[in-house]
């Protein structure tokens, strides 16, 4: 992206910057609002402040990190107003509901194989890809990101729909990469666990 271009006002630059990250920070409000409609207003709010702000941008980070910079503090802003501030500057050691990232039962308690899983995982890379691609089974894991606490649910939207780097995540939010990992971890196995066992009943119907 042409940062001169955009320091000058160039309008075509401009609409491609919002062309190439609008989706995303759609998705990123979205974590952070309590609708869909609240999520599209903080996003147009985000441009106007990069319009307003572009001059100052320093390039100590990308101005994708820049820019989502924005859009978090304008959500959490948001969010204050109703309550509803999302705490990303600590992550705790266990999961926020208090339960082990993984229930004791799906490994095997005693025997030579006493640790391992009880039951086989399944491989995601078995899944044929017109199974994938069925709405239902998109609709499964968006349903189980919607659940997760938030500080799971930012870091696998970054992560895994957004295809952001560790580095990129941790200094986003300002955390350690090894609280980076456990959120995201813990926010796979959740995601994991739902798809399991909406394949199971898949395979049961038949």
């Known amino acids: 992206m042409d940062l001169l271009a955009l320091r000058r006002g160039d309008e075509t630059a401009f ?42 941008f320093e390039g100590r980070a990308t101005l994708r990190t820049w820019i989502c910079r924005i859009l978090i503090n304008i959500a959490r802003r948001r969010a204050a107003s109703e309550n509803r501030t999302l705490p990303f500057s600590s992550f705790a050691a266990d999961d926020e509901d208090g339960q082990p990232v993984i229930p004791p039962e799906r490994f095997l308690q005693s025997g030579p194989y006493a640790g391992h899983w009880a039951t086989p995982v399944h491989d995601w890379a078995e899944i044929p890809e017109s199974r994938l691609l069925q709405q239902e089974f998109k609709g499964v894991v968006a349903e189980e990101v919607a659940r997760l606490p938030p500080t799971q649910r930012i870091v696998i939207t970054l992560r895994d729909v957004e295809g952001w780097s560790t580095e990129e995540v941790c200094e986003l939010l300002n955390i350690e990469p090894g609280n980076q990992r456990v959120a995201l971890h813990r926010a796979r196995h959740r995601v994991r666990a739902a798809l399991e066992r909406y394949m199971s009943l898949k395979t049961a119907e038949r």
């Open 15 to 56: 609409r491609e910057l919002v062309r190439d990250l609008n989706p995303a920070l759609l998705r990123l409000a979205v974590v952070y609002s309590p609708t869909r409609a609240v999520a599209e207003e903080t996003v147009q709010e985000t441009w106007i402040a990069v319009l307003r702000g572009i001059d100052g």
